[in-house]
C-alpha cells in the first residue's frame, strides 16, 4: 500500500512539470538541449531496437535524418500500448531533451509523454 501511495504521490508531483512544459517544433529540439519542452512533430518512424531493449520513434524525418528520436527502453514496455500505431500521426512529446551521438532524443517513461493528435 505504501508503495502505490508513493508512486501516486510521485505521479502528481511529475504531472503539472509536463504541463508546463513549453511547445516547440521539431524543428528546434536541438535547440533545447537540458531543457523540458514539448516537442510537435510526425513520427516519420518506429523501429524496434534488434537488441530488444528499446523503440524508437523518428520524430520529424526518418533515421538518421530526424530532428528529435523517442527512446522507450525495455522496462518501459508495458507501460505502452501499441506505438507502432503512432507512424504517421502528429505528435506532442514532452521530456528533457537530452544529446546522444550528437542528436537530440527524450527518453519516454510514461506514456503521459505522448500525445497524438
Known sequence: MRALLFALALTLVAAP?????????????????????TVEGVVSGVHHAASGNAIFLDIGGRYPNQQLTGVIFMDDFGKFSDVDALEGKIVDVTGTIALYRGRPEIILHDPGQIKAK
Do not use: L, Q
Open 17 to 37: 512539470a509536463f504541463a508546463d512544459a513549453k511547445i516547440i517544433p521539431a524543428t528546434e529540439a536541438k535547440n533545447h538541449i537540458g531543457d523540458t519542452v
